[in-house]
């Protein structure tokens, strides 16, 4: 019997589908696009979200580092969430959660959560009735974040405690003296800029600059630092006398207070 020229053409394709190889051009699971809304891994997510502002790797971006082990240790797991979920007023900071506008579901703004503060944590199946979802939840056995743990250390709190509900405001008169001690040598001593090691360090005596940080981010900066810029934590004695001390939370309120007077 002859097999007619279409036939002919079939049977290389029938044999190759009987050995169990993919249809020629068919994509292979892994190369399958993931639907934005499932998609959970953190490389992906920060990467997309992300890297623009904050660096490629935490760091080195036009904003703060993510990836300092200071910053990972002493900002609240609730803070982050608000504001990668909220945004910044006044800011670059956008809202990324789908009920602000943004692009991110509730479960991968806590991915970026853990992995951000290090927690280790599991990607689990739930159930709401009958509609299912995933969730993220604490498991030492689980997800490892890939910038690691930030280590545990004795720093100033990330939210100043007049922002928890107690008057603690600061003396920017005392605000002056830890200056002094623990900025002048770089930014200048009234503030208008300086050099450390020969680089020139720009003024933060400036209202334009000073008017596009708040309070707590200023706050944030002194604890801090700027690492990948060069700029010393709280407790660092780069750039500064032998005998500098860390600053204490009380430093960290009067240094605000100064900085914020001289937004005007």
Not at 19 to 37: E, F, N, S, V
Not at 93 to 103: C, L, S, V, Y
Not at 183 to 202: D, F, L, M, V, Y
Request: proline share 9%.
């Amino acid at each position: 019997m002859k097999l007619c020229r279409t036939s002919r053409r079939l049977l290389p394709l029938l044999a190759a589908l009987a050995a169990g190889c993919d249809l020629p051009g068919r994509p292979k699971p892994d190369d399958r696009p993931m639907p934005p809304d499932r998609e959970v891994r953190f490389t992906v997510l920060y990467r997309e979200n992300c890297a623009g502002c904050h660096g490629a790797a935490g760091s080195f971006g036009p904003a703060p580092p993510l990836n300092d082990p200071v910053f990972r240790a002493i900002v609240p797991d609730k803070v982050l969430e608000n504001v990668i979920s909220r945004g910044r007023a006044g800011t670059l900071m956008p809202a990324f959660a789908h009920a602000n506008g943004g692009t991110l579901t509730p479960t991968q703004i806590q991915i970026l959560v853990h992995e951000v503060k290090g927690t280790p944590y599991r990607i689990v199946n739930a159930s709401d009735g009958e509609a299912s979802h995933i969730e993220v939840v604490n498991g030492a056995e689980g997800i490892i974040p890939q910038w690691g743990p930030p280590g545990s250390l004795k720093a100033p709190p990330y939210l100043a405690e007049s922002l928890k509900g107690n008057s603690s405001a600061g003396d920017d008169k005392r605000g002056a003296e830890v200056f002094a001690r623990a900025c002048a040598s770089c930014h200048g001593g009234q503030g208008r800029g300086g050099k450390h090691e020969g680089r020139p360090i720009g003024a933060i005596r400036d209202p334009a600059f000073l008017a596009l940080l708040s309070n707590q981010a200023l706050r944030r900066l002194a604890i801090t630092g700027r690492p990948d810029l060069g700029m010393p934590n709280f407790a660092q004695k780069q750039g500064r006398s032998a005998d500098f001390q860390p600053l204490t939370d009380k430093d960290v309120n009067d240094l605000v207070a100064l900085l914020a007077s001289w937004r005007s």
